[in-house]
């Protein structure tokens, strides 16, 4: 899954019970790919459902200290591998590792939290101030 950035909701270590968005990203700004998993079958009814999910894994220690987990971000070396239509878990297993550049990180506004705060801004540092 190509991405710029991804969100995390980190603990605030003064009240454990809010958790604040940050946006984390690749120093460089260059494009992420998250690994997934995709499967399609037939259910009982005869719909085709399909189902997608990122995997994750243990954070680099650049980013532990906002969550203890991450998208696997697979290194450039390894999209070719990855997409490849007929490899397996063997054939992967050297891309189970995240691609290790500088990150970078911020937080932003709480209203990410709604599918409909849609707009520019949704990317931008956020400065504390209660939203409107």
């Known amino acids: ?14 009240d454990p019970s809010e958790k604040y968005p940050m946006l984390i990203r690749a120093q460089d700004h260059r494009i992420l790919a998250l690994a997934g998993i995709w499967d399609q079958h037939t259910t009982a009814e005869g719909q085709t459902e399909e189902a997608f999910a990122i995997i994750t894994v243990p954070a680099l220690p650049a980013l532990q200290h ?3 987990r991450m998208p696997l971000v697979l290194d450039r070396s390894h999209w070719p591998l990855w997409w490849h239509p007929h490899a397996r878990r063997t054939h992967l297993e050297p891309c189970f590792q995240p691609a290790d550049f500088s ?30």
């Open 1 to 14: 899954m190509p991405a710029d950035w991804y969100f995390e909701w980190p603990f605030v270590p003064e």
């Open 66 to 68: 906002i969550h203890e």
């Open 103 to 132: 990150w970078e990180s911020f937080p932003v506004s709480p209203r990410v939290n709604s599918t409909r705060y849609n707009t520019p801004e949704a990317v931008l540092p956020w400065d504390g101030t209660a939203p409107d």
